[in-house]
């Protein structure tokens, strides 16, 4: 299941259609470890505190990230799963792992 932040200062007014598309192929790979596919991460700017969240100039900015929790993915299966979701994400998305999640962002140059 596709769930936001449980903080509540996820954002998706803004998403560029790429990336709802590729959620769900997100989902479905996480899916297949029985874990929630957990957006901790998207068009925002600031926390509740109005702090920045993302770096200025990030795609965050632009709606072309998102920010997909990592953090319960058990040690044995995050490199599957890591692995699985670079592939299946093409040319077009670049996967960047972060200790507490994935920072998954609209770039071809990534690949290309
Ligand atoms: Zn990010």
Redesign the pocket.
Known sequence: MIKLHENGTVRISGIKPELVFILRTIEQVFNKYKLDTVIT?GTELHDKAGKLI?KIG?K?ETGE?W?IRSKHIPKIHYDFLADELDTVMGVEFQLIRHSSHF?IELDYKGKL
Request: glycine residues 14%; negative net charge; proline residues 0%.
């Open positions: 991460g993302h990030s965050h990230a920010d920072h």
